[in-house]
């Protein structure tokens, strides 16, 4: 089976710029999360959607982050406007099951880095 | 609030055996995963504990004691591509998976 996709892997923008990540989970798995992961830490859950509701955004920071998943397939995740320490990987993962127990997919990330 | 533990860093010699250790304080209890990262890379499943007692699959095992909030996984036969980042994380109240920092694992000729 196809894994999670994820796009662009990399990503450089200026302090105050806007930027947007895309996700396209596994094909039928109706859970998806966005992780931020700071270098040197593990990831931090931003973000979990079930089907196109939110699950759970309560370590999302809501003045500059926001994240949607239409039609409960495709999520998008933005930062605007960027700060110097949301430079980090995040990482769009999926699951079959909403509790997660069969072990969450990970996408490759998308690095970005806040000049 | 979650409070997950590991060290930081551990080295070993290839052919040897690594055992990582996680201790958590969580609210809510509804399994511990491991995941392995190799740098620039994704996470990728390595095991599940909801039970007490040993999980093993192959040269990786996994051991859960909920009621000293204590798990640990152990790494036979070290190869250098174990070389990586060892991710605990618990899966707590609302199904909220939350992780440690991460133990990276160096592993030497």
């Known amino acids: 089976e196809a894994g999670v996709a994820q796009s662009p892997r990399y990503k450089i923008i200026e302090k105050r710029q806007s930027v947007a990540f895309w996700c396209n989970p596994i094909s039928g798995h109706a859970t998806l999360y966005w992780y931020q992961q700071i270098l040197g830490q593990g990831p931090k859950l931003l973000i979990q959607?079930?089907?196109?509701?939110?699950?759970?955004d309560s370590q999302l920071p809501k003045d500059r982050f926001s994240a949607e998943r239409l039609k409960g397939v495709d999520s998008t995740l933005k930062i605007q406007p960027a700060k110097l320490e949301d430079s980090a990987v995040y990482l769009c993962?999926?699951?079959?099951?909403?509790?997660?127990?069969?072990?969450?997919?990970f996408g490759s990330g998308t690095r970005l880095t806040v000049v | 609030g979650q409070n997950i533990d590991q060290p930081t860093e551990m080295t070993a010699t290839e052919g040897a055996i690594v055992q990582i250790n996680c201790t958590y304080q969580t609210s809510g209890f509804n399994g511990l995963f491991w995941y392995q990262q190799h740098a620039g890379e994704a996470p990728t499943f390595l095991s599940y504990?909801?039970?007490?007692g040993l999980e093993e699959k192959g040269r990786f095992s996994s051991f859960l004691s909920r009621s000293k909030g204590y798990s640990y996984l152990l790494l036979k036969e070290l190869q250098m591509k174990d070389s990586a980042s060892y991710l605990c994380?618990?899966?707590?109240?609302?199904?909220?998976?939350?992780f440690g920092g991460g133990t990276r694992v160096l592993v030497k000729p």
């Open positions: 959607f079930q089907n196109n509701g939110v699950v759970d």
């Open positions: 504990n909801v039970l007490d």
């Open positions: 994380a618990v899966l707590g109240a609302g199904n909220k998976l939350t």
């Open positions: 993962a999926s699951s079959l099951d909403p509790q997660g127990i069969y072990g969450y997919t």
